[in-house]
């Protein structure tokens, strides 16, 4: 089945960058939709961008400005562009795959953290 794994977190400083990686194994055919979701400890996954095969990119309204979503559909990899990182950014990254076969479901991979202090 569709594998992911990412890579690219770390600590920054804010105001800092970082930029996340996403790399799709399996049947990638299957895939619709790949992006990144965040979570903090004791508080709901949140969808921060999301890319779509062959429409534009979505972006929660806390990013918006700030990330940027890129696909590499030859490659089967998803990136996320972090600028200008804020404390608020602070959470465990992961990517997700939209699947259409041989379900509807969605993968994930293990998440990279994410922390921005100084």
């Known amino acids: 089945q569709v594998h992911l794994v990412e890579s690219g977190g770390g600590l920054v400083q804010p105001g800092g960058s970082l930029r996340l990686s996403c790399a799709a194994s399996g049947p990638a055919f299957s895939i619709s939709a790949m992006g990144w979701y965040r979570r903090v400890p004791g508080m709901e996954r949140e969808l921060v961008a999301m890319?779509?095969?062959?429409?534009?990119?979505t972006y929660a309204d806390s990013v918006k400005g700030r990330f940027t979503i890129s696909r590499d559909t030859a490659k089967n990899m998803v990136h996320l562009q972090m600028n200008n990182l804020e404390p608020g950014d602070t959470a465990i990254y992961y990517c997700?795959?939209?699947?259409?076969?041989?379900?509807?479901?969605?993968?994930w991979g293990q998440g990279t953290q994410v922390t921005v202090s100084s």
């Open positions: 997700n795959a939209q699947l259409n076969w041989p379900v509807f479901t969605d993968s």
């Open positions: 890319a779509p095969n062959g429409a534009d990119a």
